[in-house]
């Protein structure tokens, strides 16, 4: 029998979805197929130490991993594709490929994806450039705007310009989105720091609060309608699921209706929509895919507005939460792709993109 692919599965890391990352690693781990993949555990600290971790997968979901893990690093030189144990032995551990289950900045922005491209090893998700730009929720509207997808009005916001500035951005984003509006840090996910904003005080703590994230806010107009997600798979032939509509617990989908509600949130898959509606919404998703040059996995997500019943991008999402409750694996699931297969088809497509490169 042929050697386990030994797959670097790294989760964790410095940004405000650390915690998301552990349940969304902890759900890959728990089905990835071990008679093909020998999983090789990297916990990435809030302080951004790389810790080995060999012991109870079950401690991972809260955190307890922490105490056991062993510092480790990961040369970028394209010789050494390993880690390096810190103990005083210095021994190395192949990986022969990274799976990077990290959510936000430092983990989906790029960064980390760069590390990989610098070390010359295949890893699941996408690219350098696909994957910076699907963080910036600014940059990435601007590039959907140009290719004419439908989007809500929106203004970007540089943190420095509002401490400068406060009178003249609230005043501008009055002008152009009016009451209510959203208002999220430009390059977080998993609502992490979203507000909405119904007169100039609540956009002031809003932009105060999206601001504790990042050093660029996004403002978007308000959308009265319904929720909808899709999932693609693929490189340079992506495919799109079947749709999902979103019920949150809360007024809007939020990071409490999202990881903490125990499920009140509701999950409908596939979407009560008419055959056309899906069809133009898969192909909405195949289409900010391939503009932003996205390749293994995303999640488009849409509004349905109410009345016109217009579909309206929202935002590109290059790794989608992967909990045993997320929309990602749900809807392939829904689609004939179990959370198992899917796991492999991502690996295989990240061994695919590498030969290719």
């Not at 501008?172 to 009016?178: F, H, K, S, T």
Request: hydrophobic share 35%.
């Amino acid at each position: 029998m042929a050697d386990k692919l030994k797959v670097g599965v790294i989760f964790g890391g410095q940004s405000g979805e650390h915690e998301v990352s552990l349940i969304s690693a902890t759900s890959i781990i728990n089905n990835m197929d071990r008679d093909k993949y020998q999983p090789i555990l990297i916990g990435i600290t809030k302080e951004g130490k790389w810790l080995l971790y060999r012991g109870d997968e079950g401690l991972i979901k809260d955190g307890r991993w922490q105490k056991f893990g062993v510092p480790v690093i990961f040369p970028p030189d394209p010789s050494y594709k390993c880690l390096i144990v810190q103990d005083g032995t210095y021994k190395s551990i192949p990986v022969d490929i990274m799976f990077p289950v990290l959510h936000g900045p430092r983990g989906e922005d790029g960064t980390i994806q760069g590390v990989f491209e610098m070390a010359g090893i295949p890893y699941v998700g996408c690219g350098v450039v696909s994957s910076s730009v699907g963080m910036d929720k600014v940059v990435s509207k601007e590039l959907f705007k140009a290719h004419g997808l439908p989007q809500c009005d929106f203004v970007g916001v540089l943190k420095n310009t509002y401490l400068e500035d406060r009178e003249g951005v609230i005043k501008n984003i009055e002008d152009r989105l009016g009451y209510p509006c959203f208002v999220k840090p430009a390059n977080m996910g998993s609502s992490v720091g979203i507000s909405k904003a119904r007169n100039r005080q609540q956009l002031m703590e809003g932009l105060d609060l999206a601001g504790r994230y990042d050093t660029k806010i996004i403002v978007e107009q308000c959308i009265k309608g319904r929720e909808i997600e899709c999932s693609v798979l693929g490189n340079h032939q992506p495919m799109a699921s079947t749709v999902g509509e979103i019920l949150p617990s809360n007024e809007f989908y939020d990071y409490d209706a999202k990881y903490r509600d125990q499920g009140a949130s509701k999950l409908i898959i596939p979407a009560p929509l008419d055959d056309e509606k899906i069809d133009e919404i898969r192909g909405l998703a195949v289409k900010a895919f391939k503009i932003l040059n996205c390749s293994g996995l995303a999640r488009a997500d849409f509004f349905l507005e109410e009345g016109t019943q217009r579909v309206l991008i929202n935002e590109l999402n290059t790794m989608p939460g992967f909990t045993d409750i997320s929309m990602y694996p749900k809807l392939w699931e829904a689609s004939g792709i179990s959370y198992g297969e899917l796991i492999d088809r991502l690996i295989q497509l990240a061994l695919e993109k590498q030969k290719f490169k």
